[in-house]
């Protein structure tokens, strides 16, 4: 498992996925760490062709979360990774 930090309040996070995302909707889904309810953070493909999107994470509280990314293509869909989870790490911030 990789993990992401980021500090709260910062806006977004880069992501990348092992596919070429053009003409593709991605959801990225975060879940509290040990928690059943999950989130879906509002994203945005920035390189399609690379695979590269961004999700953004300024609403979440600090803590650790579950992530995945869930791709549809031609109507097949892909779940990144494929096994376990990112962890997602907000931590506290000075301000």
Same mark, same amino acid.
């Given at each position: 498992?990789?993990?992401?930090? $980021?500090?709260?309040?910062? %806006?977004?996070?880069? !992501?990348?996925?092992?596919?070429? !995302?053009?003409?593709?909707?991605?959801?990225?889904?975060?879940? /509290?760490?040990?928690? $059943?309810?999950?989130?879906?953070?509002?994203? %945005?493909?920035?390189?399609? #062709?690379?695979?590269? !999107?961004? #999700?953004?994470?300024?609403?979440? /509280? =600090?803590?650790?979360?579950? !992530?995945?990314?869930? =791709?549809?293509?031609?109507?097949?869909?892909? $779940?990144?990774?494929?096994?376990?989870?990112?962890?997602?790490?907000?931590?506290?911030?000075?301000?």
């Amino acid at each position: 498992m990789s993990t992401i930090n $980021t500090k709260r309040g910062d %806006t977004e996070v880069t !992501l990348k996925v092992n596919m070429d !995302l053009t003409e593709s909707t991605v959801r990225v889904l975060v879940r /509290p760490r040990r928690s $059943t309810g999950f989130t879906v953070l509002p994203s %945005t493909v920035t390189v399609a #062709a690379k695979g590269t !999107l961004t #999700a953004v994470t300024s609403d979440l /509280p =600090v803590g650790l979360y579950d !992530l995945e990314v869930e =791709v549809t293509q031609g109507g097949k869909v892909s $779940t990144f990774p494929d096994t376990g989870y990112v962890i997602l790490s907000v931590n506290a911030d000075l301000g």
